[in-house]
């Protein structure tokens, strides 16, 4: 039996990672709002909004011993619901080339926070990001989206395991030539089990669980 959760919209919001974790209780919490004015990206980046756009967090608590990808499994949940989208390992979401979305997971001991940030329309968005969609859909559609994220993940969490091996088919990184911070360069050969990008590099295999990651050419 999946999880009941509440789901709250708000107009406009600071960071809605914040208003999830402030207003978890007994039950998991999905905060949803089109304009969030002080959203954070991965390593505390500031997050551009687009003309449309969702911001959508999940909170939840879990066992301390729950070790799954969380980023990677909201990534999935995210391309079931924003079509023709793929991810690049380990928190953007991709049409095409171009950045259409980002996922940030907070985590303090047992309480969860993942959130997701869609660009849904951009007529002029900056070099390397775009929208999902090339008309306006209006203003509410970011609830239909964040909903419709939000049950997917809910039900991912629920579940036993993560979806490996749909992550790795949406993958865009895999089979890439990258480089990550610090220092370090090579060819991104899989996924690994635990989430963590297993990349071949001058000295051998090495797996690497976090931090920034770019796509410099195809090598399959």
Known sequence: MATPYFQQRIESVPSTQDVARENLGELPVLIMTPNQTRGRGREGS?????DRAVAASLAFACDDDDTRPFSLMAGVAAARVAEAAMLKWPNDVMLGELKVGGILVERIADVVVVGLGLNLWWPDPPEGMTGLL???PGEDHYAEVAGLWGAELMRLVDSDGWPIDEYRSLCVTIGMGITWDPG?????????????LIVETDTGRETIFSGVVRHLRATH
């Open 46 to 50: 500031e997050w551009i909004t687009a």
């Open 134 to 136: 090339g008309e306006d």
């Open 184 to 196: 370090g360069s090579g060819r991104a050969a899989a996924v690994g089990d635990d989430g963590g």
